[in-house]
């Protein structure tokens, strides 16, 4: 094999161990710093020495494979000998920006660039003028065997714009500097960098040095949509290589990274860094094996599309129904792991605002809940003048433009209240003349089988040449068991029937951090005092009731039906009765369990507060099923699918 980024990937995949300190230690190689340490590896990966021991056999194969070794004086870290070029970077927080100091992001190394000493332009026996760029950043957290979790090798062509951007940017500071300073008089010195004032001071011994100092953002955010590290890998590896770039290298080389068994390489299409309304081919290397997002792979079931997501109430009733959710999207960081995990599927986790209709794959309906805090009645009530709010309208431009079968929205009651009718008429407006016949009710949960108080409106449209309408099934479940229309209804699901069987909730750990390994996953409950807003009304329900609205925080959670009562006390103001009054709030799985989700559907979190946002934002999973099994019905019975 030669010497160039595929080699030193295949390299690392053989190699196993990402314990600096251990593979220093075992080296006979003694150095401090975690980023000197870090790039030595890489320098060892790419000279295909990391299995030799001892400093003088290490860097021997060294001088055979580089024609330049840097630093952050003297760029770029690493040069290989007619081949590429290569700037390592350290960070100890997986998302972090990279600090490029003064040297702007490079898509290409130009041996005429500002900071390129002569030794590094006349290193190698044939001149050169530019060489390819990659940018290598491994995340070390902090730990005394200095873990590599993370590394992300990226093509500078992948990552950076044409240096006449950044350049460009320059001058016009430069310029405009310039001219304020003359403007005032100031003594201006031009330097390498944005420049220099001298005689600051009225002895003329002070300077105030101008220096531009760069950063870009993480590879791991910018390239979110196509990959992200799993937390549960010890060690992963991700490499982003324009496609013509790749097919660049040796033949033999490709074929040794292609049949390695703990190696994948899939096509991708990312945007141009200088126009991002082109796409640009490229190949996407990971390690371990995965496969890559949103492949257009054949799914069981009929396909649905999920906007706003969150943790996947909503979907789960419609997978439960026997749909099939090919592509969902969420950005709240948050519920990535949690969704992912339980729907067994990646989760597109860039801003709605930023996803082309066309990024989204084909299905038949699309659902979701575009954010309801903006419409709540117990919030601000600011509607579309928030910007949560105007996201309503990026659900209809995808829907606009994808045009499936049908769409499922769901809302707080706010959205149709008096201030905000006039903002949801318009919304349905929208619906209707992008083709849809559209229907909308306030349903409350309780009606439907789920153990709870919860309204919330819900909008389902057909597309108009279907010649369908929808229709909202009756209701399942009432406060006393009787007849409706022939049918007999069951009773009002309680607190009994959803949570009687729990063993009692442990605490959350101080700070209302989690518990590690419940012996019920997530049955723990946040701790510390009630507000003067939860102690104006009460929050208990008893066994043999439905649960008050599971709400999307943990402050407000409703108490445990084994609480003390609470009375009223005065206005707006309750108590709890008793001399020593017990109270704790419904746990973590208290509130899924209310909320309908089974008890293997697994909530991932650091602190409790996430998992009740989590539970509390979902669309409960019984009454999304129920309108799953309606539009089902209806499709079957059209012969639609």
Known sequence: MGNNILTAIINIANFGNYSLIDYLTKSEIRINAVGEQLEYFIKDALADALQLKGINAKETQHSKVFSWLGNQNYPPDLMINGGDAFEVKKIQTLRAKLALNNSYPKDKLYSDGERIIDSCRECEDNPWSEKDIFYVVGYVPKSKLRHIKHLYIVHGQCYAANREIYQNMQKLLKKEITSILKINDLDFQKTKELGRIANVDPLGITFFRMRGMWEIQNPVVVFQNVYRPSSDESFSLAALILTEKYHSYPAKDITSLENHEKISVGDI??????????????????????????????????????????????????????????????????????????HNMRIDIRPIEEIPSNDILDSIGIIGGPPCQSWSLAGMMRGVKDKRGQLFYEYIRILRDKKPLFFVAENVPGIISKTHLPEFKKIISNFESYGYQVNYKLLDAKDYGVPQDRKRVFIVGYRKDLGIRFHFPIATHSEQTNQLFGEKLKKWLTLKDAIGDLPEAKSAKEKNHANDNLEIPNHEYMIGEFSSHYMSRNRRRDWAEPSFTIQAGGRHAPLHPNSSEMRIVAKDKCEFVGEKPFFRRLSVRECARIQTFPDDFIFHYKNVADGYKMVGNAVPVKLAEVIAVAILNDLKKNDLI
């Open 269 to 342: 299409k990312i945007k141009d860094p200088n126009n991002p309304a082109k796409r640009l081919d490229a190949k996407l290397i990971t390690i371990p094996k995965e496969e890559q997002l949103y492949s257009d792979k054949k799914k069981a079931g009929i396909k649905v599309t999920s906007l706003f997501s969150g943790c996947g109430g909503l979907d789960l009733g419609f997978t439960n129904a026997g749909f099939s959710i090919v592509f969902a999207n969420d950005n709240d960081l948050d519920i990535t792991e949690t969704y992912e995990k339980n």
